[in-house]
T-cell receptor
Framework: SQQGEEDPQALSIQEGENATMNCSYK?????LQWYRQNSGRGLVHLIL?????REKHSGRLRVTLDTSKKSSSLLITASRAADTASYFC????????????FGKGTLLTVNP | DTAVSQTPKYLVTQMGNDKSIKCEQN?????MYWYKQDSKKFLKIMFS???????INETVPNRFSPKSPDKAHLNLHINSLELGDSAVYFC?????????????FGPGTRLTVT
């Protein structure tokens, strides 16, 4: 069954603006990961946040996790046309060391 | 160097045929996965192998049979292909252990069944 749900399904912004994508999930997790997929390509891991962490940064990416609300957000600052891609959140539930459950993704379009 | 590679990249075949997709990783990981991504981009786990042992087998028709000859390779064989099998299939790999780790994906194999 699907665990993560990204919101919005699609987002269109201008270069230089910030983009925020949200992910909600249903059951308890031990970590949450964000991936990017460029058109016609495989997924690329962006960032992993553990259930005992609240915020994590990597370059222009900032991820927050609120386990009480079962939600996470991915912020991309100063967006570039090259950030145009689909972004997926994936959760790893406790007791399932190997299985990641992916959401449906947010399609981000950054217009030059 | 390609970390996770898949062949072929595109596969067009007719209903009823049998086909295989191959996957290799050179990252030294001992866990590998097959995912199916449908036309709406929904990504679903199909199988996972750890050190050549099957550890995840989701509700996949038994026409799909994974095989792992060694921990660097995980192949997917599909018998009696159906129209609904058309999708992009991704192979991935990761480290193992009770820790936290990301998955590395291959470029995908776009399967079209006509």
């Amino acid at each position: 069954s699907q665990q993560g749900e990204e919101d919005p399904q699609a987002l269109s912004i201008q270069e230089g603006e910030n983009a925020t994508m949200n992910c909600s999930y249903k059951t308890s997790i031990n970590n949450l990961q964000w991936y990017r997929q460029n058109s016609g390509r495989g997924l690329v891991h962006l960032i992993l946040i553990r259930s005992n962490e609240r915020e994590k940064h990597s370059g222009r990416l900032r991820v927050t996790l609120d386990t009480s609300k079962k939600s996470s957000s991915l912020l991309i600052t100063a967006s570039r046309a090259a950030d145009t891609a689909s972004y997926f959140c994936a959760t790893r539930s406790g007791g399932s060391n190997y299985k990641l459950t992916f959401g449906k993704g947010t399609l981000l379009t950054v217009n030059p | 160097d390609t970390a996770v590679s898949q062949t072929p990249k595109y596969l067009v075949t007719q209903m009823g045929n049998d086909k295989s997709i191959k996957c290799e990783q050179n990252l030294g990981h001992d866990t590998m996965y097959w995912y199916k991504q449908d036309s709406k981009k929904f990504l679903k786990i199909m199988f996972s192998y750890n050190n050549k042992e099957l550890i995840i087998n989701e509700t996949v028709p038994n026409r799909f049979s994974p095989k792992s000859p060694d921990k660097a390779h995980l192949n997917l064989h599909i018998n009696s292909l159906e129209l609904g099998d058309s999708a992009v299939y991704f192979c991935a790999s990761s480290q193992t252990g009770w820790g936290y780790y990301e998955q590395y994906f291959g470029p995908g194999t776009r399967l079209t069944v006509t």
